[in-house]
């Protein structure tokens, strides 16, 4: 996969988000075809980990596609394949230390500037997609980063 079409799934991932879906599905569709999945499946198996899980403000959806996104690329898929889980998880951590580094936080909460009862304890009602959404919500940025780190994670495999 060439840079040109690693830079054209990171601007999906965003056009994705930009179009009202989940950080998560938005990251994991942009890259799911390389796997086998349609961005249909891709989008449904993604849809619950938005809001940082279920809106519950925990793990930040993008990073939750991420976390997905590696374990299609290189997840186990033998019980006892306890080094094969041991790669897996070693790049889940070097990708989210990545993450952590480049966004403050790999927590939702933390990255909206959210604390207290809202952290712990938020609405399921997803938020409308209006123009003061996206003013307020650094979530498309975060999206962007992501999809821009698992798009390097990917070329540095080809080196």
């Known amino acids: 996969m060439d840079e040109k079409e690693l830079n054209e799934r990171v601007e999906r991932a965003v056009e994705n988000f930009m179009a009202g879906y989940g950080c998560c599905q938005s990251v ?8 086998g999945l349609d961005e249909l499946q ?3 198996i993604a849809a619950g980990f938005g809001g940082g899980v279920g809106r519950l403000r925990m793990m930040c959806g993008a990073v939750s596609g991420i976390v997905m996104l ?3 690329d ?12 041991s790669a897996c998880y070693k790049v889940v951590q070097e990708l989210l230390a990545q ?3 480049e966004n403050g936080s790999l927590i939702c909460a933390e990255i909206l500037g959210l ?3 809202e952290k712990a304890h938020s609405s399921y009602v997803a938020s409308p997609r209006t123009a003061e959404y ?8 975060k999206v962007e980063s992501a999809a821009r780190i698992f798009a390097n994670y990917l070329r540095s ?3």
């Open 42 to 44: 891709a989008k449904k």
């Open 157 to 159: 495999k080809k080196v």
């Open 74 to 85: 290189c997840g186990q898929t033998e019980g006892s394949d306890r080094d094969g889980k």
């Open 134 to 141: 996206y003013k307020q919500r650094p979530c498309a940025a």
């Open 115 to 117: 604390n207290g009862h």
């Open 70 to 72: 590696v374990g299609l």
């Open 99 to 101: 993450s952590e580094a």
């Open 28 to 35: 994991v569709a942009a890259f799911a075809d390389l796997y």
